[in-house]
């Protein structure tokens, strides 16, 4: 099924079933189920203008959607806690990764509901592998959340019928942003982990006046 079907066989849901597929759409998504939730938000914005979804259950039924689906991710990390110690957990690289994600946690995981959103569910899955405080990760995930459902959902509600020209333009500029984080991570990498005898050879031929 092509992404098109699929985006209009989900329409074709919220407009059958309404506000309550709009939460389980959500859900479904954050469990990693390919599906365009962005442009659900959007969508049901729009819909709502429109008068074809109410303007308080909508929102609602999205957020908790979303969040349930973000937690049952963060369980399974969670949950695989031994196993990723086991097998990981002497890793220099893995333990880098839980010091990181202890000092900036909190804001990968805002900023992955809302702006960076194909990068949610490894977020999820790090947070919840790396012992990141329950509490912490819900508080994150909810603002994260529900800045992801008013900004996006007021895109559509702004738009109404127009809500395509809005979506496609969120999804080139998503695409752009992990498009110059690729390509800074490369290139922080890339100077990181050069050879240190290059780095030697550079500074032994470097003129000593």
Known sequence: MSSLDLSSLVLGWITAYGSPMVGLTLLIGALGIPIPTTLVVIVSGAFV???YLDIYSTPSLGLLGAVI????????????????????????????SQAFFARRGGISIYLTRWLLTSLAIP??????GSGYPVGRFLLFDITGELTWIVLYGSLGYAFGSQWELISDFISNFSGMILGVLALAAGVYLLVKFRPKNSAKAENSEAPTG
Do not use: C, E, T, Y
């Open 49 to 51: 203008r429109l008068q």
């Open 69 to 96: 689906g973000d937690i049952a991710v963060f369980a399974v990390g969670w949950l695989a806690r031994p196993w990723i110690q086991m097998r990981f957990g002497a890793s220099p690289f893995w333990i880098k």
């Open 123 to 128: 977020v999820n899955l790090i947070a919840g």
